[in-house]
């Protein structure tokens, strides 16, 4: 497996960072996951204006995002499977441990590699999965994609040890999103998820959700939900890169049922987008 690493290819046993790197140090780093359907790097260009907002947002030096393509596309060629993960982590560069910004010049660290993904099974789309709701203690500036994320290993782990497949904050009273993953429902037929705040990462496949459903003309709300709206609805799913769109059938211990006809339409196109054959029994 290689590795690029600053504009270099490397084997993956030879690729190294210095520890004075400042993802390592403060987790002062963006990153982006792209899903990967054979040939296709899904949704790229939404992934790459989303981490070029968020080094914008950091105060990053200039990056060569354009580069990141060609790189992408050479890395692919390595690869002997057909669904996968490319992964791109850029920090804000290697300097001796201060709070302040490196001086002028330094140049950022930049990486990237992809990975095999195992598909979604038969089995969880038609079963559905178990979620669990949590505090959301998380920092105020969600919406920025960085390396920052204990507070959702910590949640996603929380809901391993008892059964569940996803943990969903909660914060406020309100639903905001799961540790790795945006959340809807549909209540009174009418499709809900959250709008985009400071507290919400604005997932790339929760925009093309949105897309697919205008495009059904399905009655749809960005308007936000309790926990116990959720208990009672007739539908939820999780939308994320490496899961796309996955039925929700128990909240807290409470069973929905079986995915609904909202979901299933949502999966067909999304397949259809990504020029997957179905994978509804």
């Known amino acids: 497996m290689r590795v690029y690493l600053n504009g270099e290819f490397v084997d993956i046993s ?15 780093a963006v990153y982006e996951v792209i899903h990967l359907y054979g040939d296709l790097l899904f949704a790229w260009d939404l992934h790459i204006e989303r981490l ?15 580069a990141l393509r060609q790189a992408a596309d050479e890395l692919k060629r390595d690869r002997n499977f057909e669904e ?19 001086p002028e010049g330094t140049a950022p660290t930049v990486v990237m590699w992809i990975r095999p993904v195992e598909p979604v099974s038969r089995e969880l789309l038609a079963e559905g999965v178990r979620v ?15 390396v920052g994320l204990l507070p959702n290993v910590l949640a996603k782990q929380k809901a391993h040890r008892q059964g569940a497949y996803e943990a969903i904050f909660v914060r406020d009273g309100v639903v ?21 705040t400071n507290y919400i990462l604005p997932g790339i496949t929760r925009e093309v959700t949105l897309r697919l459903a205008r495009a059904l003309n399905l009655p749809m709300e960005l308007r936000p939900f309790t926990p116990d709206e959720m208990y009672t609805a007739e539908e939820a799913f999780l939308t994320g890169t490496n899961i796309g769109i996955l039925p929700v059938t ?6 929905l049922g079986k995915p609904g006809p909202v979901t299933r339409r949502l999966l067909e196109a999304f397949w259809a987008e990504t020029k997957v054959s179905s994978r509804l029994g």
């Open 52 to 66: 070029r907002f968020g080094l914008q947002a950091l105060e990053f030096p200039p990056v060569d995002l354009d």
């Open 84 to 102: 996968g993960s490319l992964y791109i982590q850029i920090s804000r560069g290697v300097h001796p441990r201060s709070h302040l910004f490196p």
């Open 132 to 146: 669990i709701t949590v505090p959301d203690d998380r920092w105020a500036k969600v919406w920025i994609k960085t």
């Open 176 to 196: 905001t999103e799961a540790s790795s993953a945006n959340v809807f429902i549909v209540r009174g037929g009418v499709l809900r998820t959250a709008p985009e």
């Open 250 to 255: 128990t909240v807290d211990g409470r069973y």
């Open 14 to 28: 030879q690729a190294r960072i210095p520890i004075d790197d400042r993802g390592f140090l403060f987790g002062d």
